[in-house]
């Protein structure tokens, strides 16, 4: 069974990370699918963020990196020959999103399964857009995003 799991991925968390290692243990094929949320501005490019994944699940040899900006994502799970999509949840708020959006997704295709996956606890305060934040002050991403992912952020941040 084939699934993507998409994501901005703007940066890669450990809360991700964590959760691409899970699905890749229940599925005979991961697609990380970074793509475009409209609502959010990115601090990394698509290819930056391809590269940051790709480094981190290169020992995975059932899991591979596509950008796809401008598709829905039930479009590119077709596209893709994929036949779910995994979503991580932390709390109740995510849930209801997810749901929301698993209504949707089934309303455009509903051949294509939304699969939610719990957060490991120890990463279920963790989002890109609070690692930016704390990025941004100088603050310890210690054990919350991949190493060089800090050191990536660390970076992109002297630039801006």
């Known amino acids: 069974m084939k699934v993507i799991f998409p994501g901005t991925f703007d940066p890669l968390t450990n809360g991700h990370l964590d959760l691409i290692v899970r699905a890749s243990k229940m599925f005979d094929e991961v697609i990380v699918l970074i793509a475009e949320n409209t609502s959010k501005k990115t601090l990394f ?19 591979s990196v596509i950008a796809s900006p401008h598709d829905l994502t039930v479009d590119a799970a077709r596209r893709l020959g994929a036949c779910g999509i995994v979503r991580g949840v932390r709390n109740a708020a995510d849930f209801e999103y997810e749901k929301s959006i698993a209504s949707m997704n089934r309303h455009l295709a509903p051949e294509i399964e939304t699969i939610l996956l719990t957060t490991d606890e120890k990463y279920g305060f963790v989002s890109s857009s609070m690692i930016k ?28």
């Open 45 to 63: 490019s698509f290819e930056e963020r391809k590269l940051l994944i790709e480094d981190e699940i290169k020992a995975l040899g059932n899991v």
């Open 133 to 160: 934040e704390v990025a941004g002050f100088g603050g310890d991403l210690c054990g919350l995003v991949p190493e060089k992912t800090a050191l990536a952020l660390e970076n992109k941040l002297k630039e801006v």
